[in-house]
């Protein structure tokens, strides 16, 4: 007993330290980058021939790696136009229009009345024409730059991305992660509502954790052609690093009480974390006991997603030096079990 608690100790703080001490390589990145790319521009100029060739493309202009310009424009994104726009809207605006409205006015209780219109007016408004335009132009702008960071940082390893096998086989993948993702967050929001509420928060807690860990290791284990359900496996079966790591991330974004808030402070913290998903060492030894917390979301799942599997069933695994034997059945390579 001592043991697994000084062992689950010991996973939650490596975790913890990874998830940290990685966004310390992120100014070194860059360099490695091109390290990196000189070398594989080296080791192809062998010969004459490819001499020469090499020799043509140094002198053509080449994309320099740009992770710490990337990272930037999603700080000033999120945070200095999407936060700031939406804070000095609910802090500044509406506090000065209210005391305006109520010197203009005078009776406090006309006031009252005529504030709660125009109140709801006002945010509805600027709900509908700024923050749900913006929030969406988000998303799309930060998955673009967190695939790009993502990939900057997988090419610092040396590996070659494996490729799945074909279009379809990717669109499911992506497809089973989003619903999969989407009822992993709903388990987590009802698991927060049990009635001792120190449980429920801690349980709740876990969920985020372990789910901010899938969203940051997502992009390494993508690029190493590891499956859906091979990755919630490697989770499941060494949970309390994947605790530990993404525990800080979970912590700061539960601060800010608004959703909107908490969706740009994530937004901001997200690059960084890739980063240290790339540079982790995550742990060969599988702990002592599997925590299968998605083993439900991955059986709902599979049974709302029964018609792509059915249609991606005959497509044979990718390879992966990343892999652990999955109980979870796989969305991309078996059939949906029959219901009992």
Same mark, same amino acid.
């Given at each position: 007993?001592?043991?697994?608690?000084?062992?689950?100790?010991?996973?939650?703080?490596?975790?913890?330290?990874?998830?940290?001490?990685?966004?310390?390589?992120?100014?070194?990145?860059?360099?490695?980058?091109?390290?990196?790319?000189?070398?594989?521009?080296?080791?192809?100029?062998?010969?004459?021939?490819?001499?020469?060739?090499?020799?043509?493309?140094?002198?053509?202009? @080449?994309? @320099?790696? +740009?992770?710490?310009?990337?990272?930037?424009?999603?700080?000033?994104?999120?945070?200095?136009?999407?936060?700031?726009?939406?804070?000095?809207?609910?802090?500044?605006?509406?506090?000065?229009?209210?005391?305006?409205?109520?010197?203009?006015?005078?009776?406090?209780?006309?006031?009252?009345?005529?504030?709660?219109?125009?109140?709801?007016?006002?945010?509805?408004?600027?709900?509908?024409?700024?923050?749900?335009?913006?929030?969406?132009?988000?998303?799309?702008?930060?998955?673009?730059?967190?695939?790009?960071?993502?990939?900057?940082?997988?090419?610092?390893?040396?590996?070659?991305?494996?490729?799945?096998?074909?279009?379809?086989?990717?669109?499911?993948?992506?497809?089973?992660?989003?619903?999969?993702?989407?009822?992993?967050?709903? +388990?987590? $929001?009802?698991?927060?509502?049990?009635?001792?509420?120190?449980?429920?928060?801690?349980?709740?807690?876990?969920?985020?954790?372990?789910?901010?860990?899938?969203?940051?290791?997502?992009?390494?284990?993508?690029?190493?052609?590891?499956? $859906?359900?091979?990755?919630?496996?490697?989770?499941?079966?060494?949970?309390?690093?994947?605790?530990?790591?993404?525990?800080?991330?979970?912590?700061?974004?539960?601060?800010?009480?608004?959703?909107?808030?908490?969706?740009?402070?994530?937004?901001?913290?997200?690059?960084?974390?890739?980063?240290?998903?790339?540079?982790?060492?995550?742990?060969?030894?599988?702990?002592?006991?599997?925590?299968?917390?998605?083993?439900?979301?991955?059986?709902?799942?599979?049974?709302?997603?029964?018609?792509?599997?059915?249609?991606?069933?005959?497509?044979?695994?990718?390879?992966?030096?990343?892999?652990?034997?999955?109980?979870?059945?796989?969305?991309?390579?078996?059939?949906?079990?029959?219901?009992?």
């Amino acid at each position: 007993m001592t043991d697994s608690v000084r062992t689950f100790l010991r996973n939650v703080a490596t975790g913890i330290k990874d998830s940290i001490l990685g966004i310390r390589t992120i100014s070194k990145l860059d360099a490695r980058i091109q390290q990196k790319r000189e070398e594989q521009r080296r080791k192809r100029a062998s010969g004459a021939l490819a001499q020469r060739r090499a020799q043509s493309e140094e002198r053509q202009p @080449d994309n @320099d790696p +740009q992770v710490a310009r990337r990272i930037l424009h999603c700080c000033a994104w999120n945070g200095g136009v999407f936060w700031f726009s939406v804070s000095l809207f609910y802090r500044v605006f509406i506090p000065l229009l209210q005391t305006l409205t109520a010197k203009i006015i005078g009776d406090p209780s006309l006031h009252g009345s005529v504030w709660s219109w125009l109140e709801f007016i006002l945010t509805s408004v600027f709900s509908a024409l700024w923050v749900l335009p913006l929030f969406v132009l988000s998303k799309i702008v930060n998955a673009i730059w967190f695939q790009d960071i993502a990939d900057l940082a997988f090419e610092v390893s040396g590996c070659k991305a494996q490729p799945f096998p074909s279009v379809s086989k990717i669109i499911a993948d992506m497809l089973f992660n989003l619903l999969l993702q989407a009822l992993f967050l709903i +388990q987590g $929001m009802i698991v927060s509502l049990f009635p001792i509420d120190a449980i429920g928060q801690m349980v709740s807690l876990l969920h985020m954790s372990l789910l901010y860990s899938l969203y940051c290791f997502e992009y390494r284990w993508f690029n190493h052609g590891v499956e $859906m359900h091979q990755r919630l496996s490697n989770i499941e079966r060494n949970w309390p690093y994947y605790f530990g790591f993404g525990l800080p991330m979970a912590l700061l974004t539960a601060l800010p009480s608004s959703y909107i808030m908490s969706g740009c402070l994530f937004s901001i913290l997200f690059p960084l974390f890739i980063i240290s998903a790339n540079e982790a060492k995550t742990p060969t030894k599988l702990y002592h006991f599997q925590l299968r917390l998605f083993s439900l979301v991955v059986l709902i799942s599979n049974k709302l997603f029964h018609k792509t599997v059915h249609l991606q069933c005959s497509l044979t695994p990718s390879p992966s030096s990343e892999r652990l034997p999955s109980p979870h059945a796989s969305p991309t390579r078996q059939r949906l079990l029959p219901m009992q």
